[in-house]
């Protein structure tokens, strides 16, 4: 899954062509990795509790916060459980393309029930997760708007039936 590690949040539309594209942007010390952390933990941790946390000063946190989040590198925004504002239906929509797949993919993209797009390798070209608010809402979307884009060849929908997990701390290895 293609996502910016990001803090306590849900991602908001991002395109790149590789993961190397973003490395070369900021160079991220272990210091601002522990930043990172701490954000992970808690998006509105105090840049004082998180300087004592990683051996910084407040304002040091600050424009460390303010440079990783000016390079792409984190997004601090709220999460939402979607059954909770009333989308109770997610899936995942696994499209083949016929022609070029970027235009098909930036065009799901667009689409503002759509949460994430990649493009992939192997049996699909693009996965994308799609929230509605119901079975209605999520046929019209695939029939209507999904499968009538021009270059989608087929699509494969796999409705979520139970969430499991959903973790946005996966840290900075």
């Known amino acids: 899954m293609v ?8 991602t908001v539309p991002v395109k ?25 933990q808690d998006g509105r941790r ?22 990783l ?35 098909v993919a930036d065009a799901l993209a667009e689409i503002d029930e759509v949460a994430y797009v990649v493009i992939c390798a192997g049996r699909f070209d693009v996965l994308c997760e799609v929230v509605c608010e119901d079975d209605a809402a999520l046929l019209d979307l695939i029939s209507r708007r999904v499968r009538t884009l021009p270059g989608v060849a087929d699509t494969e929908v796999l409705v979520y039936l139970s969430l499991r997990k959903q973790s946005y701390q996966w840290g900075t290895r």
Not at 3 to 10: L, Q, S
Not at 16 to 40: F, G, H, W, Y
């Open 46 to 67: 105090a840049y004082a509790t998180i300087g004592k946390a990683v051996g910084l000063s407040e304002a040091a946190v600050r424009q460390r916060v303010q440079r």
């Open 16 to 40: 790149r062509t590789s993961p190397a594209d973003d490395r070369n942007q900021l160079i991220i010390d272990d210091v601002s990795k522990a930043i990172i952390e701490q954000l992970q």
């Open 3 to 10: 996502r910016p590690v990001i803090a306590r949040g849900h």
């Open 69 to 103: 989040s000016d390079a792409g590198v984190i997004q601090i925004v709220a999460v939402t459980d979607p059954l909770q504002v009333g989308l109770f239906r997610q899936a995942l929509v696994a499209v083949n393309v016929q022609g070029p797949i970027e235009p």
